[in-house]
């Protein structure tokens, strides 16, 4: 702008008043019908919402202006939102009208991420958090020792008035930071956050530094908690809160506009399953890793009937239980609610007309409740006897609380029931709102308008008879009011005390001075009655909002109950069983998936039987279904904790304090790691924060390294969590070797999954039942698991079900067998190392096919002399021969019935054979080399 302040118009100074009182954010300013951005802030809106630049000239020059409807501007403030702009909504708050001169405007909204309170920006289903961090403070050290130098994070919902606080070390909060995701978050001065490094989208807000000194945050902390250092008695969650609600009051308008916000509740993070953001992610809870395809745990259990219990139900899986009396106090009720279908259905159908009770609440105490939100409280309200009656023989403790706190609100409802229309209008100040009867002035107001009205409409019968003109007519416009219209051939007729009020081309309207008294009187009276109706609407809204508390605490029942009538409706619908918890070991028969058996046909379940603390090193395929197994009992642990009955048979689950996750990863090159340093960076957590009570899933650790390397990573890591922590642990692997520590670790055992291949589908690829991964037979992945190792991961022919190239495949195979081949030198030179130190009285270190052969050896250690041949067998080439010995023999010492013995194993077609006929196949053979 090239004019100088003082040469502005007054409308346009006062706009840049408003910017310089916000200048952190964009400002929309009411212009009639339409908020309006000037100069650059226009190019921006312009460009962001996809709206016309135009221009305004005035006297000081020309400038850029873009607007958007105000009657559509929630599709547009959320696209600023997207783009990370906070909008300062300045609205008209006198009437243009009344206004002598510029209408008066302020801003009376502070529209950011974090503090949306409109419906239409608003998720139904979840929870919108505006969060505030403050950081470890080593002046202020925890009672617990565990906890250290206490962080503090507080979490505010607008739209609900939830508010909630916790502290702990400063690691923990930002696992629960993850956990929340707040759309927005305030961050102390002194902690330190980068926005990048989140693992969820926000906003970072830097609030001003005075908002959290404690005694700022204790002041504004007063006017919500009678004695803020009684109920927080950690000064960093008071600094938190108080900075919180500081910032989410400057955002909707001031002292006063949170009246809503009753409690603020404490929660120790210890009284909960502890889930961060990689176990979140890895077990998709909330967010599959397949954007549009695939589905979630929330999605799988989700059969809430209403809002209130969708985000209830959110809430309780983002943090389940750890508390076993608490567990099973949830499993008694859904219990009860699945044996009684008839009374959960019923209150099912009942919840379904529920409306969103917490925001209505808030909607009602901030004064932006309409005649319509009122009418909607009242119907929820209606809902809660029939509830209650749903609920009279209930047996269980959980049931019977809720119902004892399904509060009726009896005097609520019938106020609302009295007050408002049953069909009112969206508008609040244009009338037709009030009910007739409830108010005593009104009614004797409205009365006078409509006898006036009355008198009006018999006034065209009177005067067609008073003056004979047949075709005269009576009628109103907003312009000129009442007027008694008629046509230019008959106005010779017209009575002396008719006055012209207007001429149009073929008629004259008139009034008379009795239809003009009516008029003012009608028209005073319509206008009075408007004013008057809207003051008795906020009146009843007032006494509406003094049951705030009350409304709320109905909220948290209805949406308790809908969970648990959730958790039942699914248990039947999928066959769910109740877990019984506290056991010492995870015992889980035909266990499924929750999500996976939703999107296939055909879903095979598994079971898992050990005690509690032990390791299962699981191998198999790729695509057998390793990662799935895990993840199925990590999922069914968590629904059990959460209050749900799980996918399986039956389950005996102990009570974990954790869930971990080490499954899968992604490089990060923004923030300098390699996809095996986020690796070891999240196999860190696990071995610092794991106990006796977590549940360890790791797969595939030390695979992005080298195989010596990553081998020695993951043994090391199997031994440390089985002997230094002690957590119940599921490895899946590749690595055969580490098949080998359930001999070395007590607590330690092997799992499998079995694949079928060629015709034969009791072929398994197992330590004693070996297939030949590099054959060209079909594999058929049967996804079940079975106890002991597998032998081969079949990778070539996964690769081959994948589509690569016939030649790729082929080739491949052939790198196969040769590095089988490379092997067996190995055990000739052992054989020759062996006779060789026969000679001179020394012993050889053990190889792996001398230890293989020990343990295929007689009890009484005498030669096997089968075991002997079968050692020195090549397989190079497809063709099985006898290795040549040190002396460049050929075989041809052996006898021609131990030629014919070789002769007949070659042809043992081992991928057709059953276990039995091989047994009895070995045993022929020996018996005839015996002989």
Partial sequence: MVARREELTPMLSQYLELCEAHPDALVLFQVGDFYEAFCEAAETVARVCEVTLTQREDSTGTYPMAGIPIDNAASYLQSLLDADFRVAVADQVEDAEEASGLVDRAVTNVVTPGTVADDELLDRASATYLGALVGED????????????????????????????TSAREDRIRDELERLAPAELLVAPGTDVDAAALGFEAMVTEHEAAAFDLDEADGTLSAYVSEPAAVLDSPAERRAVGALLAYAEYTQGGDGALSYVSRVRRYDLRRSLRLDANAMRSLELFDSRHPGRGETLLDAVDRTACALGRRKLEAWLRRPLIDRGEIERRHDAVGELLDRPLARETVRDHLAGVYDLERLAARVSRERANARDLRSLQATLDTVPKVKAALEDADSDALCDLRGSLDELNE????????????????????????????????????????????????????????????????????HGYY?????????????????????????RFYTPELKRREDEILSAAERADALEYEVFCDVRARVAEATDRLQSLAEALARLDVLAAFAAVAAAEHYARPEMGAETLRIEEGRHPVVERTQAEFVPNGIDFDVGHVAVITGPNMSGKSTYMRQVALISLLAQAGSFVPAASAELPVLDRIFTRVGASDDIAGGQSTFMREMSELTDILHDATADSLVLLDEVGRGTSTADGLAIARATTEFVHSEVGATTLFATHYHDLTGLAEDLPNAFNLHFTVSKGDDDSASATANGSTDAAGDSDVTFLHRVAAGPSSSSYGVEVAKLAGVPDRVVERAREYVRESADAASPAASEASTATSDSSSTGETPPATDGEAAATARAEPDGR?????????????????????NGADGSDGSKLSNAERAVLD????????????????NTLEDLRRRLDE
């Fill in 863 to 883: 030669d096997d002399t089968l075991a002997a041949y079968v050692d020195g067998i090549d397989d190079r080439d497809g063709v099985r021969r006898r290795s």
């Fill in 412 to 479: 609520v409802r019938d106020l609302i029931d009295r007050a408002i229309v049953s069909d009112p209008p969206q508008e609040i100040t244009e009338g037709g709102v009030v009910r007739e009867g409830f108010d005593a002035e009104l009614d004797e107001i409205r009365a006078t308008e409509r006898e006036g009205r009355e008198w009006v409409s018999s006034l065209e019968e009177r005067e067609r008879e008073r003056t004979g003109i047949d075709s005269l007519e009576v009628g109103y416009n907003q312009v």
């Fill in 138 to 165: 080593a002046r202020h050290t925890a009672e617990d020792p565990d906890d250290g130098a206490a962080a503090a994070l507080a979490t505010l919902d607008v739209s609900t008035g939830e508010c909630q606080v």
């Fill in 484 to 508: 008694i219209e008629v046509t230019n051939p008959n106005l010779d007729r017209v009575p002396d005390d008719y006055t012209r009020r207007q001429t149009l081309k073929n008629a004259e």
């Fill in 904 to 919: 007949e194993l070659r042809d043992v077609d081992v991928a057709r054979t059953t276990p039995l006929e091989a047994l």
